[in-house]
C-alpha cells in the first residue's frame, strides 16, 4: 500500500481484527491515537463505554494537533460505523490533509476468537457480528463519504502479509535545492519571456521553425513559473510551447494560474464565458493545432503549488497562507489560484483582495503574482512578481536564493488594465521612511523564547508588558526602530585605593577572556542615539529606549545626511540608508529635565543647610562644646557636594534647538544587505572620522586607545590616559574587544571616573565606609542582561540585512527594550 506522507489514516475493523497489532508494525508509536488509550486516559478503564463520547473528543482534539503541525495519525478505533468515521474526514478536511482508510476485513469467526482469547474483553458475541455486519455495509461507500485512498486487506493472510510506503505530494519538491529563477505572470507575452531568459542566462532551443520551444540554464538553474502564462498577450500557443518544453526537459517547473484552470475548463468541453481574455487564447489556440493538442494534458498537470528547498520556498500563483503550505484540498488549491478575498468590490467591480502577506508570519518565503503591481516589494517574507507585463509593464523574475530581481520591460500595452496598478501592500522590512504595516500584537506580548547568537533568550510576560507600554505610548514610528542598543555592563570591583572602578580591573577582565587586542574609547558626555537616516533626506534620530531624540529632528537628519554624502559613505558602502549608533551631546540637550529635578536639586538643598549647620557647630564650639569631628564631617561634605555639582555641570552647556548640539558616532552599524555590527571597530572608527571631518561642526571626535590587556606597559598607558581623561571632567571610557570575540565576551565593558561616579552613588560615596559597602556590588545579573541584549540586537542586525520580514526584526528589537525591565541596579 502507498499512502500519502502526511495524511489521517482511519484504520476500519470489527474488533479482534488486528488493528492494533497491524498499528504497532507499521506506525511509531507516537503516530498512533487508540480509542482504547484515550478511554483510559479519561476513565481508567480502556472498555468503559461510556466514556466513549469523552474520549473521541479528546482523541480529535490531539489528532487536530498532529495535523495542523503536519504529522502523519492513524486512528486506531473500530470506525465501523458512518457517524465516526465522518467525524474523521472531516477532521482531515478542517487540516487540508487526506483521509485515507485501511480496512482490516477478517472473518467474524477469527475476530470472535481473538476476543474471547483476551481476559480484558467481557462483551459477548452479538456485538462482534454487529459490528462485522456494520463493516460489511460500509465497504463499498468509502470512497463516497471522502476517503481519498481505500485500502482493503482481505482476510488474515493479506493483513499479515501487507507493507506500507510512503509518497510524498505532488507538491512536495523540497529535495529541490535550486537556484531557481522565479518568473511572473507571462499572459502570452512570448518576446518579453525569451528577452528575459535571455537576460537569465538561458539557452533557447528552438524548433524546424524558428519557435522557442524549450530553454535551459548552463549552470543547472531552474525557471519556476508562478502561472498565468495564457490570455490577454499576443502569443499564448508560443508561451506555452515554450515552457511546456522546458517542463518537459526538467528546467522548469510551473504551477496552475487561475487562467490555465479557466482554459483547462473550456478545452473539457464547459461552459465558460470568453471574458478577460481568453476568446483571443482560443483564437489563437485554433490557429496551432500543434500546441492545442498537448496544452490540456499539460495544464491538468500543474499542480496548486510547490514546496522547494526543505521548505524554504513556496511557490503559488495568488500566494498562500503558512497553514496551507504543503496541503492538499479543494480549499488550498482555491486560495493558490484565486488568493482570499473579503467579499466586497471595488469602484472597477473587482472583487477586493484580502492582504493576507501582512499577516504571514511563516519561515518560508512565499513568491506568487495574480495582482499585478508596478514593481516587487516584500512583505513578509513574501513577494508579488507580477508587474503587469501584458498592461504595458515590466515581466519580472526573482532570482532564489540571492533575492536579485531581474526584469525586462514590455514593448507595449497589450491589454488595457481595468484597475490601475497599485503598490503590493505591506511595510518596508526594518530600514524606515513609511507608515509601517504588519505588526501584530500577537508578536510581542506573553512569554516568548528568541533565537540568537549567544543562544535563546527568555522575554518574561511581565517585561514584555511593561515594554509594550513604553513602545506603544513614547517609541518612534517602527518604521525606523529596526535596534535598540544593548545595556552596558561595568568593569570588575576595584581594589585601588579609593577607586570603584579603575582601568586595571577592566583591562584584565579582558585578558582573563583571552582578548588579545581591546580598543579602549573616550566615553562621551553626553547621551546614547541611534541615527537611522536615508540618502533621500528622511530619517529618525531615537533614544535606547526608542523614544524620539528630538521634537523635529528633520534638520539634524538633514545635515548627517549631506555629510555622509561628503564623506563618500553612500556609494562606498553600496547603500540608501544607514544606521549610526552614537552620543550626543551635550547631557543635558535630552537631560535637564533630570538634571534639574535630580540632581540640581540635591546640590541646592546642600547649599542651603550646610552653610546654617556649619554656623550652627562654629556657635557651638564658640561656647566650648567639642564638635571638632561633626564639624570636619560637614567640611567634607561640603566639598563632596562641590565636587558633585562640577560634574554635572560639565555635562551641560547653551542650546537652541539643534543650534549647539553634537554627535558623535563611533559605529556604523547597517546598511542596505549589511550588518556591519562584527566588523573590527578600527573599520568603524575610520569610517566615523571621515564624517568628523566632513562635518566638524556637527561631529566630534571618538579619542581612543588600542592596546594588549594583558600587556602591563599597555595597561599603564590606558591608565594614564584614563587618569588624564577623568581629572579634567571627562565621564571615564569604555573598553571593547578590537575584533567580535564571540557570543560570551562582554562586547563593551564601561570604566567611569572616580568624580563623575558621585552623581551615579551619591556625593559622599568616596568616604572609606561607602566604598567599603559598594564595593560588594553584584555585576553577574548586569553582564548576563548585556550578553542577551547584544545577541539580541546582533540577530535583529542579521535578519534586516537578510531583508527578513520587518515584524521579525521588531519582534527582537522589542525584546531588548522588555529586557530593560529586568530587575537590575540601575547604577550599574
Given at each position: 500500500?502507498?499512502?500519502?506522507?502526511?495524511?489521517?489514516?482511519?484504520?476500519?475493523?470489527?474488533?479482534?481484527?488486528?488493528?492494533?497489532?497491524?498499528?504497532?508494525?507499521?506506525?511509531?508509536?507516537?503516530?498512533?491515537?487508540?480509542?482504547?488509550?484515550?478511554?483510559?486516559?479519561?476513565?481508567?478503564?480502556?472498555?468503559?463505554?461510556?466514556?466513549?463520547?469523552?474520549?473521541?473528543?479528546?482523541?480529535?482534539?490531539?489528532?487536530?494537533?498532529?495535523?495542523?503541525?503536519?504529522?502523519?495519525?492513524?486512528?486506531?478505533?473500530?470506525?465501523?460505523?458512518?457517524?465516526?468515521?465522518?467525524?474523521?474526514?472531516?477532521?482531515?478536511?478542517?487540516?487540508?490533509?487526506?483521509?485515507?482508510?485501511?480496512?482490516?476485513?477478517?472473518?467474524?469467526?477469527?475476530?470472535?476468537?481473538?476476543?474471547?482469547?483476551?481476559?480484558?474483553?467481557?462483551?459477548?458475541?452479538?456485538?462482534?457480528?454487529?459490528?462485522?455486519?456494520?463493516?460489511?455495509?460500509?465497504?463499498?461507500?468509502?470512497?463516497?463519504?471522502?476517503?481519498?485512498?481505500?485500502?482493503?486487506?482481505?482476510?488474515?493472510?493479506?493483513?499479515?502479509?501487507?507493507?506500507?510506503?510512503?509518497?510524498?505530494?505532488?507538491?512536495?519538491?523540497?529535495?529541490?535545492?535550486?537556484?531557481?529563477?522565479?518568473?511572473?505572470?507571462?499572459?502570452?507575452?512570448?518576446?518579453?519571456?525569451?528577452?528575459?531568459?535571455?537576460?537569465?542566462?538561458?539557452?533557447?532551443?528552438?524548433?524546424?521553425?524558428?519557435?522557442?520551444?524549450?530553454?535551459?540554464?548552463?549552470?543547472?538553474?531552474?525557471?519556476?513559473?508562478?502561472?498565468?502564462?495564457?490570455?490577454?498577450?499576443?502569443?499564448?500557443?508560443?508561451?506555452?510551447?515554450?515552457?511546456?518544453?522546458?517542463?518537459?526537459?526538467?528546467?522548469?517547473?510551473?504551477?496552475?494560474?487561475?487562467?490555465?484552470?479557466?482554459?483547462?475548463?473550456?478545452?473539457?468541453?464547459?461552459?465558460?464565458?470568453?471574458?478577460?481574455?481568453?476568446?483571443?487564447?482560443?483564437?489563437?489556440?485554433?490557429?496551432?493545432?500543434?500546441?492545442?493538442?498537448?496544452?490540456?494534458?499539460?495544464?491538468?498537470?500543474?499542480?496548486?503549488?510547490?514546496?522547494?528547498?526543505?521548505?524554504?520556498?513556496?511557490?503559488?500563483?495568488?500566494?498562500?497562507?503558512?497553514?496551507?503550505?504543503?496541503?492538499?484540498?479543494?480549499?488550498?488549491?482555491?486560495?493558490?489560484?484565486?488568493?482570499?478575498?473579503?467579499?466586497?468590490?471595488?469602484?472597477?467591480?473587482?472583487?477586493?483582495?484580502?492582504?493576507?502577506?501582512?499577516?504571514?508570519?511563516?519561515?518560508?518565503?512565499?513568491?506568487?503574482?495574480?495582482?499585478?503591481?508596478?514593481?516587487?516589494?516584500?512583505?513578509?517574507?513574501?513577494?508579488?512578481?507580477?508587474?503587469g507585463c501584458v498592461f504595458g509593464g515590466s515581466l519580472t523574475a526573482l532570482r532564489y536564493p540571492t533575492r536579485e530581481l531581474v526584469s525586462v520591460p514590455a514593448e507595449r500595452e497589450y491589454y488595457a488594465p481595468v484597475r490601475p496598478l497599485a503598490p503590493a501592500p505591506g511595510g518596508l522590512g526594518g530600514s524606515g521612511g513609511s507608515a509601517f504595516e504588519g505588526l501584530?500584537?500577537?508578536?510581542?506580548?506573553?512569554?516568548?523564547?528568541?533565537?540568537?547568537?549567544?543562544?535563546?533568550?527568555?522575554?518574561?510576560?511581565?517585561?514584555?508588558?511593561?515594554?509594550?507600554?513604553?513602545?506603544?505610548?513614547?517609541?518612534?514610528?517602527?518604521?525606523?526602530?529596526?535596534?535598540?542598543?544593548?545595556?552596558?555592563?561595568?568593569?570588575?570591583?576595584?581594589?585601588?585605593e579609593g577607586y570603584l572602578e579603575h582601568p586595571v580591573e577592566a583591562l584584565a577582565d579582558y585578558a582573563r577572556a583571552g582578548v588579545a587586542r581591546v580598543v579602549c574609547q573616550e566615553k562621551h558626555m553626553g547621551s546614547r542615539a541611534v541615527l537611522n537616516v536615508r540618502r533621500d533626506g528622511s530619517g529618525a534620530v531615537y533614544t535606547r529606549t526608542g523614544r524620539p531624540f528630538f521634537p523635529d529632528a528633520a534638520p539634524l537628519v538633514e545635515r548627517v545626511v549631506a555629510a555622509i554624502g561628503r564623506a563618500g559613505l553612500w556609494d562606498e558602502l553600496g547603500?540608501?540608508?544607514?544606521?549610526?549608533?552614537?552620543?550626543?551631546?551635550?547631557?543635558?540637550?535630552?537631560?535637564?529635565?533630570?538634571?534639574?529635578?535630580?540632581?540640581?536639586?540635591?546640590?541646592?538643598?546642600?547649599?542651603?543647610?550646610?552653610?546654617?549647620?556649619?554656623?550652627?557647630?562654629?556657635?557651638?564650639?564658640?561656647?566650648?562644646?567639642?564638635?571638632?569631628?561633626?564639624?570636619?564631617?560637614?567640611?567634607?561634605?561640603?566639598?563632596?557636594?562641590?565636587?558633585?555639582?562640577?560634574?554635572?555641570?560639565?555635562?551641560?552647556?547653551?542650546?537652541?534647538?539643534?543650534?549647539?548640539?553634537?554627535?558623535?558616532?563611533?559605529?556604523?552599524?547597517?546598511?542596505?544587505?549589511?550588518?556591519?555590527?562584527?566588523?573590527?571597530?578600527?573599520?568603524?572608527?575610520?569610517?566615523?572620522?571621515?564624517?568628523?571631518?566632513?562635518?566638524?561642526?556637527?561631529?566630534?571626535?571618538?579619542?581612543?586607545?588600542?592596546?594588549?590587556?594583558?600587556?602591563?606597559?599597555?595597561?599603564?598607558?590606558?591608565?594614564?590616559?584614563?587618569?588624564?581623561?577623568?581629572?579634567?571632567?571627562?565621564?571615564?571610557?569604555?573598553?571593547?574587544?578590537?575584533?567580535?570575540?564571540?557570543?560570551?565576551?562582554?562586547?563593551?565593558?564601561?570604566?567611569?571616573?572616580?568624580?563623575?561616579?558621585?552623581?551615579?552613588?551619591?556625593?559622599?560615596?568616596?568616604?572609606?565606609?561607602?566604598?567599603?559597602?559598594?564595593?560588594?556590588?553584584?555585576?553577574?545579573?548586569?553582564?548576563?542582561?548585556?550578553?542577551?541584549?547584544?545577541?539580541?540586537?546582533?540577530?535583529?542586525?542579521?535578519?534586516?540585512?537578510?531583508?527578513?520580514?520587518?515584524?521579525?526584526?521588531?519582534?527582537?528589537?522589542?525584546?531588548?527594550?522588555?529586557?530593560?525591565?529586568?530587575?537590575?541596579?540601575?547604577?550599574?
Amino acid at each position: 500500500m502507498r499512502i500519502p506522507e502526511l495524511c489521517l489514516v482511519a484504520l476500519v475493523g470489527v474488533s479482534g481484527s488486528g488493528k492494533s497489532t497491524f498499528a504497532r508494525r507499521h506506525f511509531a508509536p507516537t503516530q498512533v491515537l487508540s480509542s482504547d488509550a484515550f478511554r483510559a486516559m479519561v476513565a481508567d478503564d480502556e472498555n468503559d463505554q461510556s466514556a466513549s463520547g469523552e474520549a473521541f473528543d479528546a482523541l480529535h482534539y490531539v489528532a487536530g494537533k498532529r495535523l495542523r503541525a503536519g504529522r502523519l495519525t492513524v486512528v486506531d478505533a473500530t470506525n465501523v460505523q458512518r457517524h465516526a468515521r465522518q467525524a474523521l474526514v472531516a477532521l482531515a478536511r478542517e487540516h487540508d490533509v487526506l483521509p485515507v482508510a485501511i480496512v482490516l476485513d477478517v472473518p467474524e469467526d477469527e475476530c470472535w476468537a481473538r476476543t474471547q482469547a483476551r481476559p480484558d474483553r467481557d462483551f459477548g458475541r452479538p456485538v462482534v457480528a454487529r459490528q462485522h455486519r456494520d463493516l460489511r455495509r460500509s465497504l463499498r461507500g468509502l470512497a463516497r463519504e471522502g476517503f481519498r485512498q481505500v485500502h482493503v486487506l482481505r482476510g488474515v493472510a493479506e493483513v499479515d502479509a501487507a507493507t506500507i510506503e510512503y509518497e510524498p505530494l505532488f507538491n512536495n519538491r523540497r529535495e529541490l535545492a535550486g537556484p531557481f529563477d522565479v518568473i511572473g505572470d507571462v499572459h502570452g507575452c512570448r518576446a518579453e519571456l525569451e528577452l528575459l531568459l535571455d537576460k537569465l542566462g538561458y539557452a533557447i532551443t528552438r524548433d524546424s521553425l524558428g519557435r522557442a520551444a524549450g530553454a535551459a540554464h548552463p549552470e543547472g538553474r531552474t525557471a519556476v513559473f508562478v502561472g498565468d502564462l495564457v490570455d490577454r498577450g499576443p502569443d499564448s500557443p508560443g508561451v506555452l510551447r515554450l515552457v511546456m518544453g522546458m517542463v518537459d526537459a526538467g528546467s522548469a517547473l510551473c504551477v496552475s494560474g487561475n487562467h490555465e484552470a479557466k482554459l483547462l475548463r473550456k478545452l473539457r468541453g464547459a461552459n465558460v464565458q470568453l471574458t478577460h481574455g481568453l476568446a483571443e487564447t482560443m483564437t489563437q489556440l485554433a490557429g496551432d493545432p500543434d500546441v492545442s493538442a498537448h496544452a490540456a494534458k499539460f495544464l491538468e498537470g500543474l499542480i496548486s503549488h510547490y514546496v522547494l528547498d526543505g521548505g524554504r520556498l513556496v511557490v503559488a500563483h495568488a500566494g498562500l497562507k503558512e497553514a496551507y503550505h504543503g496541503r492538499a484540498s479543494g480549499r488550498v488549491r482555491s486560495f493558490a489560484l484565486y488568493g482570499d478575498t473579503t467579499g466586497e468590490t471595488d469602484e472597477y467591480g473587482l472583487p477586493v483582495r484580502y492582504p493576507w502577506a501582512t499577516e504571514y508570519r511563516g519561515r518560508a518565503m512565499v513568491v506568487y503574482g495574480h495582482t499585478p503591481t508596478p514593481s516587487p516589494e516584500w512583505v513578509n517574507n513574501t513577494i508579488c512578481v507580477d508587474t503587469g507585463c501584458v498592461f504595458g509593464g515590466s515581466l519580472t523574475a526573482l532570482r532564489y536564493p540571492t533575492r536579485e530581481l531581474v526584469s525586462v520591460p514590455a514593448e507595449r500595452e497589450y491589454y488595457a488594465p481595468v484597475r490601475p496598478l497599485a503598490p503590493a501592500p505591506g511595510g518596508l522590512g526594518g530600514s524606515g521612511g513609511s507608515a509601517f504595516e504588519g505588526l501584530d500584537l500577537a508578536d510581542v506580548t506573553g512569554r516568548r523564547s528568541l533565537e540568537t547568537p549567544a543562544g535563546r533568550v527568555t522575554v518574561a510576560a511581565e517585561n514584555a508588558a511593561a515594554a509594550l507600554e513604553v513602545m506603544s505610548r513614547f517609541a518612534v514610528d517602527p518604521a525606523w526602530l529596526v535596534w535598540l542598543p544593548p545595556t552596558m555592563a561595568p568593569a570588575s570591583t576595584s581594589v585601588q585605593e579609593g577607586y570603584l572602578e579603575h582601568p586595571v580591573e577592566a583591562l584584565a577582565d579582558y585578558a582573563r577572556a583571552g582578548v588579545a587586542r581591546v580598543v579602549c574609547q573616550e566615553k562621551h558626555m553626553g547621551s546614547r542615539a541611534v541615527l537611522n537616516v536615508r540618502r533621500d533626506g528622511s530619517g529618525a534620530v531615537y533614544t535606547r529606549t526608542g523614544r524620539p531624540f528630538f521634537p523635529d529632528a528633520a534638520p539634524l537628519v538633514e545635515r548627517v545626511v549631506a555629510a555622509i554624502g561628503r564623506a563618500g559613505l553612500w556609494d562606498e558602502l553600496g547603500t540608501d540608508w544607514l544606521l549610526l549608533d552614537a552620543e550626543v551631546l551635550p547631557w543635558s540637550a535630552k537631560a535637564e529635565p533630570l538634571i534639574r529635578d535630580q540632581y540640581a536639586s540635591v546640590a541646592a538643598a546642600a547649599g542651603a543647610a550646610l552653610p546654617a549647620a556649619r554656623a550652627a557647630l562654629v556657635a557651638a564650639a564658640g561656647r566650648g562644646i567639642d564638635v571638632g569631628d561633626l564639624a570636619g564631617r560637614f567640611t567634607a561634605r561640603e566639598s563632596s557636594i562641590a565636587a558633585f555639582a562640577e560634574v554635572y555641570r560639565r555635562y551641560c552647556w547653551p542650546t537652541d534647538g539643534l543650534a549647539g548640539v553634537r554627535v558623535a558616532p563611533f559605529h556604523v552599524l547597517a546598511a542596505e544587505g549589511a550588518n556591519h555590527a562584527r566588523q573590527g571597530h578600527d573599520w568603524h572608527l575610520a569610517l566615523v572620522d571621515r564624517l568628523v571631518a566632513a562635518e566638524p561642526e556637527l561631529f566630534t571626535t571618538t579619542r581612543r586607545l588600542v592596546v594588549d590587556p594583558a600587556d602591563p606597559d599597555g595597561v599603564a598607558a590606558v591608565t594614564r590616559w584614563w587618569l588624564e581623561l577623568t581629572g579634567t571632567g571627562g565621564e571615564g571610557m569604555v573598553v571593547k574587544p578590537a575584533h567580535d570575540a564571540g557570543p560570551r565576551v562582554q562586547p563593551a565593558i564601561k570604566c567611569r571616573g572616580r568624580e563623575y561616579l558621585r552623581i551615579i552613588y551619591g556625593p559622599d560615596y568616596t568616604e572609606p565606609e561607602r566604598l567599603a559597602t559598594l564595593r560588594n556590588r553584584n555585576l553577574g545579573r548586569k553582564r548576563g542582561l548585556a550578553l542577551r541584549e547584544q545577541g539580541l540586537g546582533l540577530a535583529a542586525l542579521d535578519l534586516l540585512a537578510a531583508g527578513s520580514p520587518a515584524w521579525r526584526v521588531h519582534q527582537l528589537v522589542f525584546a531588548v527594550l522588555a529586557c530593560e525591565s529586568e530587575p537590575v541596579d540601575p547604577r550599574l
